[in-house]
């Protein structure tokens, strides 16, 4: 359907009220009411879409299909061969069902893959050695920082059926020159809506084979209950294992866990789990062998755009006392950076850096001293805020602006045909409504009512930080006087660019809408967002005559 800039004068909430913006776009639109053959060939092409906007949204099935998915839920294949006549709740399933069916086609080109790589990194030659032992050593003079450890863990996911997953992951290890790695296959099917069940195999160089279940049941729209068994072999003989946790939501943000573990390392464990928009709180204690402990954890989250998060956590139990605090933020799209100081006895202090890029982890502890060095604990903290900051400043921001530029030229280039075309409807519609808006402007002014003095549409540069960018804005002051009446204007919340004789003047970016008008002869003046409702006259849009 082409009728894009007509839609939105027509999505009316009622049949009566369709039908009346329909008669007037007619009226405005007519052939015949235009004796320029340009103007009538213009008029011509606009009566025509906004015809089609209107057998859309007039006939209830491809009106509901419209109101619930927009365009893309009337070019879905297989609508031709939907029953007539039904509710929007039956479209909304009969689209649901269509989409599974177009992705079941899908299935088997599907993967999830998920990875984590960790290299640990020994930096304690930094804060602890005695130089005078260096001394008749060549090189010695530069601290040896070296890589103790290693880490590499990789799975997939790939659905067999709608209800059957395979996974296979594996990985490799390696600490002080010993290492080993393994490889496992896990089965899950999804027995109901309630619940899951999965089979696991493993084989590895140290351990030697595994086999598991695991299942997932909902015993409650509120409680969960998850068990998993395990049978290690190796050298020593059989080793069996048993993990329960039971989960409940206590309220809307918060959820209750009990663990039991019985195995190798046996334990019990609670916590309480707390989560809302701005933070994130954990309670937790274990009683086990051989560690037992008490934890407490706190997170807040900023409400900005780089979703900054800043954390502390403190964790006392038989190996002693850990404090860790830290601070993670968004640096790309799909990328997140975080740093944590850990800080305890007697295991000293570590820097532990991690970077998640979509699926992939990448992680790096790197332990500095195994002293309580207030030296060491002021670089972990310091060392990474400022590097952090001279690469935001000097390579991150700029390849995020450069980024985005590429993708806003990118779109632009994707769009420009359709862009002129909208722009020449829009100008064509412009011409159209000269003769309305007269005769609209004669009637306002009669009864001291509501006029547009200037409209401009698109990007506005008001902040001192951005004043190297381009002002791109549209003049829309004609095609706003014609959406005027009864001294009223009412926009709703959907993007302006879809308003009879307004185009996108700047594609990808955020626009707004500036308005000056004049209501019973006094001066108002409004600034709206793009998708924001806007409603004039108001009495807090008018400008004080002595300011």
Request: charged content about 25%; aromatic content about 8%; overall charge neutral.
């Amino acid at each position: 359907m082409e009728a894009g800039s007509c839609e939105q004068e027509l999505l009316c909430a009622s049949q009566e009220e369709l039908k009346a913006a329909y008669r007037r776009l007619c009226m405005l639109y007519h052939p015949d009411k235009h004796r320029d053959p340009e103007l009538k060939s213009q008029a011509e092409r606009l009566f025509n879409l906004v015809h089609q906007a209107y057998e859309v949204l007039s006939d209830p099935q491809t009106r509901a299909i419209y109101d619930i998915y927009g365009r893309r839920g009337l070019e879905m294949e297989g609508w031709e061969v939907v029953e007539r006549k039904r509710t929007a709740a039956e479209i909304r399933e009969e689209f649901e069902r269509l989409q599974r069916e177009r992705e079941e086609r899908r299935l088997q080109q599907r993967t999830n893959p998920k990875g984590t790589i960790s290299v640990g990194i020994d930096a304690t030659d930094l804060f602890d050695r005695y130089d005078e032992e260096y001394e008749d050593v060549p090189g010695s003079s530069f601290p040896q920082i070296e890589i103790n450890k290693m880490h590499i863990s990789q799975s997939i996911e790939a659905p067999l059926t709608s209800t059957d997953t395979a996974i296979l992951s594996g990985n490799l290890s390696t600490q002080n020159g010993n290492g080993g790695g393994s490889i496992n296959l896990a089965l899950r099917r999804v027995t109901s809506a309630k619940g899951w069940g999965e089979l696991e195999f493993g084989a590895g160089d140290l351990h030697g084979p595994l086999f598991g279940l695991k299942i997932f049941r909902n015993l409650t729209p509120r409680c969960f209950i998850t068990t998993n068994c395990a049978l290690q072999f190796s050298s020593r003989g059989v080793r069996p294992g048993l993990t329960t946790v039971l989960a409940r939501n206590l309220d809307k943000n918060t959820m209750g866990y009990l663990q039991w573990r019985w195995g190798i390392q046996s334990a019990m464990n609670t916590s309480i789990v707390r989560d809302t928009k701005s933070s994130h709180l954990t309670l937790a204690m274990q009683l086990g062998i051989p560690h037992s402990f008490m934890m407490v954890s706190y997170q807040h989250k900023f409400q900005d755009e780089d979703q900054t998060r800043v954390k502390g956590s403190l964790k006392v139990g038989f190996f002693g006392t850990i404090v860790e605090y830290g601070a993670e933020r968004k640096i790309s799209r799909h990328s997140v950076l975080g740093a944590t100081v850990s800080v305890g006895v007697p295991q000293g202090v570590s820097l532990k850096i991690k970077l998640n890029r979509a699926s992939q982890t990448y992680f790096f502890p790197v332990h500095l001293t195994d002293q309580l060095l207030p030296s060491a604990v002021f670089y972990a903290t310091v060392g990474p805020l400022v590097i952090y900051f001279a690469m935001h400043r000097l390579v991150i921001k700029p390849y995020l602006r450069a980024q985005k530029e590429r993708e806003l030229e990118k779109q632009r280039e994707s769009t420009a045909s359709d862009i002129l075309q909208k722009k020449q409807e829009a100008e064509a519609a412009v011409r159209l409504m000269q003769e309305s808006v007269r005769r609209i402007i004669e009637a306002e002014e009669a009864r001291m009512g509501l006029i547009v003095v200037n409209a401009w549409y698109g990007k506005f540069v008001n902040d001192n930080s951005r004043k190297n960018e381009k002002v791109k804005v549209i003049d829309v002051t004609v095609p706003l006087q014609c959406l005027v009446k009864d001294s009223k204007l009412i926009l709703t919340e959907a993007s302006k660019a879809g308003l009879p004789g307004f185009y996108d003047p700047c594609v990808g970016e955020e626009k707004s809408l500036k308005v000056l008008y004049q209501f019973r002869g006094v001066l108002h003046q409004v600034m709206s967002a793009d998708n924001e409702a806007l409603r004039i006259p108001k009495q807090s849009h008018r400008i004080d005559a002595d300011g």
